[in-house]
């Protein structure tokens, strides 16, 4: 088993959805999120190239976050979420640091708080919040390891590339170009 | 043109528009931390090499302030945690690969080491404080008859003095691990590329026993002490003087993140800061005042251990900042 998610940089509008149901889904505190959508443009006008990403946790093979973490508080969950256990997390910020997507930060309440994948509705065989309410369907969601799987159909028909690989952190979020 | 924006406003406390996490505590404890390593390096080399009667200062004295720099960098420390009363936890694991559980492991073992050191000269300090600085030993002497009078410290120090041998070489390597820990903790993060470099261990040691030695030149009242701190002071410079030459030199053959790091520091924001409050001033300056007063110029010492200090200070504030704005994205 190995979550990963795809997303389509042609089909995203960066509407925000995403956001906004991660935000209710998972009670993110107010001023706070867990993704967020990123807009390139690329040229200048007539000439001009757009592309948007909408991004969170990479959900890392070799995530620094979990290497960097002094009390195991980060850790890898089955399928390769990594997640934070919150009475463990002392709140030195030693992963936010370490992490070269920027996707955690420092819950009001102290713990360090970041994307779950929505570890809470994958195990009842749901799909992430943000992946379920995308108006354009440009997220897939589910097993690398399952060759029938939503993502692992649209990574062989389509090119794709992830965020700063030369960080060697062996990222899970594609993006479909 | 190409032109990166996150349009769905992340606005994350203390990580947006770039991270700003880590405040005053973590480079004072750094400078802490390098300070009090150099110190402890300086009296256990020097009993080790059998010159306990001849340095008595160092290896005898100094080293009191130890315990009392090591309680305030850990209170920093722990300042610097956002969720205060899990800070146990670090104590429930060891983990190797984190450089934080190895700098906090390793302060759990140099603190109580150094308060038993300072605890077996307990008599040679109060007798230095009552010859050098009558007052403070006026408001303190209550304290050495109290710590004598507790059955618990008397076997301490009947310990202390005993083993000093054995404690004296694990305080020795200790101290290595722990001057160069606080340039790891930052170089381990490869996220933030001005930290990402091998060469921040060793400059950020140098940099301690450098701020070690003025700290000695600042308090040593023995001339023959004075003229070797000096002297050992110059020589620490001058490899710190190296080692940045080369931080910059690797900066700048590396990747484009570390080429844009080190803009920095090359026409950059911090380009003042760093190389006219740094380099020129807590560096050069120091060196220069040193080297006249090795040939016979009359200059208080205390001039340059002081820039010294103010300058390792100041490095450390520069490069934490400075690090949590370089980044891969955006």
């Known amino acids: 088993m190995r979550y990963a998610m795809a997303i389509d940089t042609k089909k995203c509008v960066g509407c925000s959805d995403c956001v906004v149901a991660c935000q209710t889904e998972n009670n993110v505190p107010i001023g706070y999120c867990r993704d967020w959508v990123v807009e390139v443009v690329d040229g200048t006008y007539p000439q001009l190239e757009i592309e948007i990403r909408s991004e969170r946790c990479n959900h890392c093979d070799n995530s620094p976050c979990v290497r960097c973490c002094p009390t195991g508080a980060s850790h890898y969950s089955d399928g390769g979420i990594v997640l934070v256990t919150e009475h463990k997390c002392i709140g030195c910020a030693a ?68 965020l700063a690989p030369e960080a060697g952190t062996k990222p899970h979020i594609y993006f479909l170009i | 043109m190409k032109e990166e924006l996150i349009i769905s406003g992340r606005e994350n406390f203390l990580i947006d528009p770039y991270i700003h996490i880590w405040e005053w505590q973590i480079p004072v404890y750094l400078f802490i931390g390098g300070l009090a390593a150099g110190l402890i390096f300086f009296s256990s080399l020097y009993f080790i090499q059998g010159k306990e009667e001849k340095m008595p200062f160092i290896v005898k004295i100094i080293p009191t302030l130890v315990p009392l720099l090591l309680v305030f960098g850990l209170f920093a420390l722990f300042l610097d945690l956002k969720h205060k009363l899990y800070f146990w936890q670090l104590y429930t694991t060891i983990k190797l690969e984190s450089p934080m559980s190895w700098g906090a492991w390793t302060l759990m073992i140099v603190t109580p080491l150094s308060i038993v050191w300072s605890l077996s000269y307990l008599k040679e300090i109060f007798e230095h404080w009552q010859k050098n600085y009558p007052l403070l030993y006026k408001l303190t002497s209550w304290i050495e008859k109290l710590i004598l009078r507790l059955g618990i410290f008397r076997s301490i120090i009947k310990l202390g003095i005993k083993q000093r041998k054995p404690i004296a070489w694990i305080m020795l390597v200790m101290s290595v691990i722990l001057g160069i820990y606080t340039g790891i903790l930052l170089s381990a993060f490869n996220a933030r590329p001005l930290w990402n470099t091998s060469i921040l261990g060793p400059l950020f040691l140098v940099s301690g026993f450098s701020t070690a030695a003025a700290t000695i030149l600042l308090f040593t009242k023995d001339k023959s002490e004075q003229k070797l701190f000096s002297k050992i002071d110059l020589l620490l410079i001058a490899i710190e003087i190296f080692l940045i030459i080369h931080l910059f030199m690797g900066f700048l053959a590396s990747t484009t993140v570390q080429i844009e790091a080190a803009q920095l520091f090359l026409g950059g924001p911090f380009t003042v800061s760093f190389w006219v409050f740094v380099v020129f001033i807590g560096l050069i300056i120091p060196a220069i005042l040193e080297v006249l007063e090795l040939k016979g110029f009359h200059i208080p010492v205390a001039i340059p251990a002081i820039l010294i200090l103010i300058g390792g200070l100041i490095l450390r504030f520069i490069i934490v900042e400075a690090g949590q704005i370089t980044r891969y994205l955006y």
Request: glycine share 4%.
């Open chain 1, 95 to 162: 992963c936010i640091q370490s992490c070269p997507y920027d996707a955690r930060f420092s819950h009001p309440d102290g713990y360090v708080d970041k994307c779950t994948f929505c570890n809470h509705r994958i195990q009842k065989g749901e799909q992430p919040a943000c992946v379920e309410v995308c108006p354009t369907k440009c997220m897939y969601f589910g097993d690398l390891e399952d060759p029938n799987s939503d993502v692992s159909v649209i990574l062989k028909k389509r090119k794709y590339k992830v």
